[in-house]
């Protein structure tokens, strides 16, 4: 059971025996009104959302999922494989099951499977990855630090905004809920 | 230049061109009441006893408490002669952060006397339209995808109106149910202030706070909220003056603070007094960061403000 201070993006809840996971999750609060917290809500197995807010008084079931620790293989088709490092199991997601952690899949990265009566699911990955900027175009040093951004390409292929100053072979640390550029990191 | 600040520099210079705009913004705000003959004041932030509210929770400050909002000493004001000021200040309010909500917030506030509810939503569609267009953005404003046509008369609508309209419960179900708020949020709010801006006025008695009720209706109070782009940007009402009635209204919310187990804040009794030689008034409380993220077409508080309490 949660209260409505336990919401927060990412938590999975039972909806009419459905799970579904916070999506978007935002602190409201209308005229003198009390707090709201007001979420976007997805079906974990159909992919359907919607969006409402809840009071502090709210309460919630939690959705029995399980979440096993697998390791990435490598893609075949639109089929993504993981193995779990405990039983040499191998699982397959789709592409759509996947998502946006595509972008962010480097081979042998230990992932989080989620599994709702032992069906494969999603995944969710750590919030942050680190990525080696592949290709970039250089910045011209001695050039002002300004907001501009440029995009640059990861290892992974995926494109990103980052600022100027992020030159090829540098690591960069991104979120992988957001996707975007968080900072530089060394090594 | 250490290349540790760079993604400081960064993150900041992103938003020089919304600092630019948020500074124009004020100035344009101070220069409109200056020119209307109002007095600009300074009350002090901390203050011994802030209004108990059933909803808003201050910072405690030593012994005393930061300000929610500067509203009872601007009214102190008010009653011992000055009839029209107004002031920008810091405001405080604890556990309140979203993408809308700063636990610090820069609010206008303004009083008007001899004037009601009615004549300040006019005021201040006229303050807002004027400072729009000298900034040379009255009639394209665009906020979360919706052009804004700032010229005035704007929208007005009632809250009982507005449940009709989009809700499917009625103002007395949601009330009962203690659904008020969230029936606002969900359903009413995203399609206020849509292609002009939208006065949602006549609160229901109970939400009246240090709102006059309605003469002739006192299930009614005479309080308004202003939307644009579906997001809250002002709160008005005409000024209650009846010490006795706001003495009931203070307990009664400190009554439901205490079963939250909320702070109990001492009686402000100087504002109480004060109430006795209000004279009949209006007074409005308007969100700067808010209007200048429509300025500016910025959808995230933290994009309209140099520093986050996050990032210092």
Request: hydrophobic share 40%.
């Amino acid at each position: 059971m949660y209260t409505a201070s336990d919401l927060r993006k990412g938590l999975r809840l039972k909806i009419d025996n459905e799970p579904y996971v916070i999506t978007e999750f935002n602190f409201v609060k209308p005229g003198k009104g009390q707090a709201l917290y007001r979420c976007k809500l997805k079906n974990m197995v159909t992919g359907s959302q919607f969006e409402r807010s809840f009071r502090s008084v709210d309460t919630f079931e939690s959705a029995d999922l399980r979440e096993k620790k697998m390791q990435y293989l490598y893609k075949e088709g639109d089929k993504y494989c993981f193995m779990d490092n405990e039983n040499f199991e191998q699982i397959y997601l789709t592409e759509s099951q996947i998502g946006d952690a595509k972008n962010f899949l480097i081979d042998n990265i230990e992932a989080e499977i989620l599994l709702f009566e032992d069906r494969p699911i999603g995944i969710s990955l750590p919030n942050f990855v680190d990525l080696v900027v592949t290709e970039a175009d250089p910045w011209a040093k001695g050039d002002t630090v300004s907001g501009a951004t440029k995009p640059v390409k990861v290892q992974t292929g995926y494109t990103i905004q980052v600022p100027t100053f992020v030159g090829e072979g540098e690591k960069i640390r991104i979120d992988t809920r957001t996707g975007e550029y968080l900072t530089r990191v060394k090594g | 230049m250490s290349a540790s600040n760079l993604d400081d520099i960064f993150l900041l210079a992103r938003k020089k061109e919304a600092l630019h705009l948020r500074a124009r913004l004020i100035q344009n705000i101070r220069l409109f009441f200056i020119e209307h003959g109002f007095l600009e004041v300074e009350t002090p932030l901390r203050i011994p006893s802030p209004a108990p509210e059933e909803h808003i929770e201050a910072f405690p400050s030593g012994d005393w408490f930061l300000q929610t909002s500067p509203e009872l000493c601007m009214k102190r004001l008010l009653a011992a002669g000055f009839p029209l000021i107004f002031q920008i200040s810091k405001c405080f309010r604890a556990g309140e952060r979203g993408n809308l909500h700063l636990p610090e917030f820069t609010m206008l506030e303004w009083y008007v006397t001899k004037f009601d509810y009615l004549q300040l939503m006019s005021q201040c569609e006229k303050m807002i339209f004027a400072v729009a267009a000298n900034m040379d953005i009255a009639r394209h404003c665009i906020f979360r995808n919706k052009k804004i046509d700032l010229t005035p008369p704007w929208e007005k609508i009632t809250v009982q109106e507005a449940f009709e309209k989009y809700a499917s419960v009625t103002l007395e179900e949601a009330l009962n149910k203690n659904k008020f708020d969230q029936i606002i949020v969900d359903y009413i709010e995203p399609y206020l202030g849509v292609n002009r801006p939208t006065f949602l006025y006549d609160y229901p008695a109970k939400l009246a706070a240090l709102a006059k009720l309605k003469d002739g209706n006192t299930n009614v109070a005479e309080r308004f909220e202003l939307y644009i782009g579906g997001m809250e940007i002002a709160n008005g009402f005409s000024e209650l003056n009846d010490t006795e009635e706001q003495r009931r209204r203070f307990e009664q919310a400190s009554q439901l603070r205490a079963q939250k187990n909320w702070p109990q804040y001492s009686m402000p009794e100087k504002f109480l007094q004060a109430l006795q030689t209000i004279p009949e008034s209006a007074g409005i409380a308007l969100g700067i960061d808010r209007l200048a993220m429509i300025f500016a077409h910025v959808l995230q508080i933290d994009d309209i403000i140099s520093f986050t309490p996050e990032i210092l």
